[in-house]
Nanobody
Framework: QVQLVESGGGLVQPGESLRLSCAASGIISNIYAMGWYRQAPGKQRELVASITWGGSTKYADSVKGRFTISRDNAKNTVYLQMNSLKPEDAAVYYC?????????????WGQGTQVTVSS
């Protein structure tokens, strides 16, 4: 059974920073792409950033220059460093990973972590 567990969300003021972490556990043969999505109330879930096993990254235009995604393959963990947070960054952030187990390759999601940006 594969699980993704996120941590690091919270309440911050505009301009402050947060670092999200997401650790994958279970019987894992390989983790391909990992990413962070977010969903604000009344809006669709959107891709924030993604990173391949080799470290290639992609970002939503709205977070370029402020957010940095990274991963530690040895720890099966992906991070999202969020700087200069804005009120419009407030959302539930979800970790996503393309994971190969002993039997199948599938798309896995974390439970989400709330990020609130408010003065």
């Amino acid at each position: 059974q594969v699980q993704l567990v996120e941590s690091g969300g919270g309440l911050v003021q505009p301009g402050e920073s947060l670092r999200l972490s997401c650790a994958a556990s279970g019987i894992i043969s390989n983790i391909y792409a990992m990413g962070w999505y977010r969903q604000a109330p009344g809006k669709q879930r959107e891709l924030v950033a993604s990173i391949t096993w080799g470290g290639s990254t992609k970002y939503a235009d709205s977070v370029k220059g402020r957010f940095t995604i990274s991963r530690d393959n040895a720890k099966n963990t992906v991070y999202l460093q969020m700087n200069s947070l804005k009120p419009e960054d407030a959302a539930v952030y979800y970790c996503n990973a393309d994971i190969l187990t002993q039997l199948v390759r599938g798309d896995y999601w974390g439970q989400g972590t709330q990020v609130t940006v408010s003065s």
